[in-house]
Each structure stands twice: as structure tokens, then as C-alpha cells.
């Protein structure tokens, strides 16, 4: 039986630093804070120092292809974090914040991992300083505002209730909402209509909130929020229904970047919480452009593989926020190779040297796609208990064949101990580093130009086929001008392809494109690929069916 302690067993035990000393590791005085108790505080924006943010070094962390599990990205950006601080680097970690839905579904907490975490762990994953809530606030107040005007006699826009494209949302799993009909009972109770709901992290106002630079350019955002069109085919934005101000004032807290702490006591920011299977994956600009205010390095993460979070960061975040990363760390794990490997589930766990020499052509893939950026990457082994000694030593062999450097990366079990070799590589690179990050596609493209480039160049794909609904959809996107936006894909983030069975490094596959969504908000446009989903189903067996509080208060399964 194993002797480890679990993260929530570790997070409970661990010291915890009041925020104001954290703050002062910062710079950051008592005075600028807002405090949320001890140990949770908001950042006001205008501690952002736009002389420091480019002058200081960010680090972009992602992974292969993963398994259902995860491979610990946040984790070994955590314990990056540490590793650097010990070796003497100013270093601050800025992270997503955790949505509901997956913690009481499959992942039962999302604050990183053994002794690589951030605290209070129970108040992240649980609430933390209302956020979400916020977002999921002035989502439905749209979604209201929109009903309201249809039946609105004196204001009425004329909105056609069959090409209205706003859903309303709740942070929690719950397939039965995707789709439902609502106004029923009468006329006092709204027109009927087909509706549904999507999760808050695919809410569009939490992509407008992580891709704003400031309140202005929220605002600006907000209103550009297309809300569907008129009997005459003529587009309503949110701008005409008069929604912006009151949205933006709902999120006049949520817009500002919240600081906690790692265990080891360094700072931590996290704001935000986008899936980047289906939105752009990744922490919000003014937190990553906060957390470079006020240190020298400034490790961060995008979710799922290089193909999906990191493309996004890279060609979406990027270029609204102005930002580079000098490096990318790209986050491998022996389990992981085995399965692309092609090992069956009930063996992921054993040691298997020929499958992880196959499944590398995966990594090899990912590997690949940080160097088109015009970056040298790392690759982090995030190191599991089941990991051979003969199976690091083939990664570590296959990879600096590519002239890559590969470290053995042990934060969840060590901390900052377990990470000093990478802190150590990656800050070479990163010293090193003085180009900017080339973008893999010009905004200026066509939407099908723009497209191809990533499926080619970034899943390697051979073509992209468009199916009826997709074609119409980029005439319509042509006609709103919308078309210098740019891709935000919509795909599984199980494999490269759009098929999630097709492991490894697939090849003379095509892309099909079902779909395109519209998020002029947001500032992009959304090519849907396979069954991709925005409201999950929980799992057979939830991950809160384990969790429970006693009469002290002390939690307990969230882990």
C-alpha cells in the first residue's frame, strides 16, 4: 500500500504564509491589496507596470497529448516555480483558476499536485473569491436582457429567437441542460423557445475577460458580443441591447488577478479559467502581464498539448497581449508515452521500454511544434513511482537526438528540491533568448487559410474538408467583416487529429470542420471539429460522491 500522502492530506498540514507577506515579496504593499481573509487578495489593476512586463522573462508550460488523467502541467509549473526561487530567480507562477464542473467530475481539485501545489487548496478549488460566479452573472444577464427584448413591445429589435447564439451558463457538470426549452407557462413568462446551457468556462465573457488588457477594452469587448440577428438577416450585438455597462459592473472584482501562495511560500497568481479544447485555454493577459510587473521570471500554463492550449496562447493571447515566451516547457510523462505506445489501460502503469520508444513520436510531434515558433523548448519528465529507470533513460536518449534538452522534473514528490535541474536548464534558455516569438499564421488571412495552417503545420493534418453548415458560416463571418479574426479550434485534446482513437503521431488524416462560432466578443472565430461538447456529463462514479465536511469544518476528498 502506498505511503504517499494525498495533495489534500499535504495542503492541510502545510504553513501557510499570511498574504501580505507574499504581497511584500512582490513589492506589492498592504495598502494595494484587497483582501479576501488572510491568505487570498485581489490585485487592482493599477499595479500593472508596462516598462517591467517587458523587460521580464515568461515561461510557457504545456504537454504531449495527454491521457484522461492529466500529466501534471500545473504541477510542474509549480514546482518550476520553486525550483527557480531556490536558485536564487525572482520567479512568480501564474495559472487558471479552477472551474467546478471537473473538480466534483474526474479531477476532484486542480491546484497542482503533491508538493507542488498552491494554497489555501480547499478555497481555490471551492468558490475561492467568486470569480466564476461573477462571469456566470453577467452571461445570464445577457441571456436575460436578450428575452426580455423579445418581448419587449416598446424596444423591440426585431431579433429572430431562431439565430439567437447565447446560451446561459453554470459552472457544474450537468448534461441535462445542454439542451432545453424554455418560456413555457404563458405569455407572461417569455416566448417559448429552443435553448441550453454551456459550462462557465466556456462562457464567452470568460474569454473577453482573459483576453482584455484593461476595463476599457473589456468593455469594448463585451459589446462586441454578437447576440444572433434580425427577421432581415441584420446582426445584434450586445452593444444594442444597452448590456455593456451593467456587465462590466458585475465583473468590476472579477477583472482584477487574485493572489495566493505556493507551499514553498513563493507568490502565485491565478485569475481565469477557459477549457482550451473549446476556448483559448489560458490565464488571463492582465494577470500574466501583472505577474511580470513584479517579477523577473514568470512561469504560466496553457491547457492540454502543444496543438491546443499553447497554439492558442501562442497565436491568440500573444497577439491581443503583446506577449513572448522565451521558452516552452513541454511537460512528458513515461504514462503517457506508453498509452500512445499503444498500451491498453489496464497496463498504462508498467514498465514498457518498446512502447515508450513508439509512443515518443508523439512527443516528438510537440517537440516539433514549439521549435515553428522560433523558441528553444524543454521537455519536463513529469516522474511518476512507476517509472523505470530504462524508460527515462530511452526519453532522455530520444530527445536530445533532436537537440533538445530533456530533465527529470520531481516537484510533486521533492517540491522545489525536485525541480533545481530544470530551473537551472530552463533559465539558461531563457537568458539566452532574445527574439520574439514568430506567430505560426497571419490574422490577415482567410478563415480557410488560416485554418489550414494549423491543421497542417501544428497536427499534421494533409487537408481540411468544410462541411455545408462551415461553408455558410464563413460567407456570414465574411458579410460581419469578421474574417481578420483569429482561430480559436474547437478539438478533442486526445489526439492531433479530430478522431480521439487515433494515438501516437497520426498521419494522411483530414480535418473536418463541422461547424464555425462566432465569438466577435472574444476576438476570434471557432472552426468545431468532432463531437465537441460545452456543457461535460459527469463520470459513472463523480468525484464528489467522495467528498465530505465534518462538524469542524475540515474537508476532506478533494484530492
Known sequence: MSTYKSDLEIAQEAEITHITLIAKKLGINEDDLEMYGKYKAKLPLSLIDADKVEKSSLILVTALTPTPAGEGKTTVSIGLTEGMNRIGKKTTVVLREPSLGPVFGIKGGAAGGGYSQVIPMEDINLHFTGDFSAIEKANNLLAALIDNNLQSKTRNLGLDPRTILWKRVMDMNDRALRDITIGLGGTTNGIPRQDGFNITPASEIMAILCLANDREDLKVKLGNILVGFTFDKKPIYARDLNAVGSMAMLLKDAIKPNLVQTLEGNPAILHGGPFANIAQGTNSIIATKMGLSHSDYVVTEAGFGSDLGAEKFLNIKCGYGGLSPK?????????????????????????????????????????????????????????????????????????????????????????????????????????????????????????????????????????????????????????????????????????????????????????TVRDIEIAAGAGFVIPITGKMMRMPGLPKVPAAEGMDIDSEGNISGLS
Open 327 to 511: 521558452t516552452i516547457v513541454i511537460v512528458a510523462t513515461i504514462r503517457a508515452l506508453r498509452h500512445h505506445g499503444g498500451v491498453e489501460k489496464v497496463n498504462i502503469n508498467t514498465p514498457n521500454v518498446y512502447a515508450v520508444e513508439k509512443g515518443f513520436a508523439n512527443l516528438e510531434k510537440h517537440i516539433e511544434n514549439a521549435q515553428m515558433y522560433g523558441v528553444e523548448p524543454v521537455v519536463a519528465i513529469n516522474k511518476f513511482v512507476t517509472d523505470s529507470d530504462e524508460e527515462v533513460a530511452i526519453v532522455k536518449e530520444l530527445t536530445e537526438n533532436m537537440g533538445v534538452k530533456a530533465v527529470l522534473s520531481e516537484g510533486w514528490e521533492h517540491g522545489g528540491e525536485g525541480a533545481i535541474e530544470l530551473a537551472k536548464v530552463v533559465t539558461a534558455i531563457v537568458d539566452n533568448q532574445t527574439e520574439k516569438i514568430k506567430p505560426l499564421y497571419n490574422w490577415d488571412n482567410s478563415i480557410k487559410g488560416k485554418i489550414l495552417e494549423i491543421s497542417e503545420k501544428t497536427y499534421g493534418a494533409k487537408d481540411v474538408k468544410y462541411l455545408p453548415a462551415a461553408n455558410r458560416k464563413i460567407k456570414e463571418i465574411e458579410a460581419l467583416g469578421l474574417d481578420k479574426l483569429p482561430i480559436c479550434m474547437a478539438k478533442t485534446q486526445k489526439s492531433f487529429s479530430d478522431d480521439e482513437k487515433k494515438i501516437g503521431r497520426p498521419d494522411d488524416f483530414i480535418i
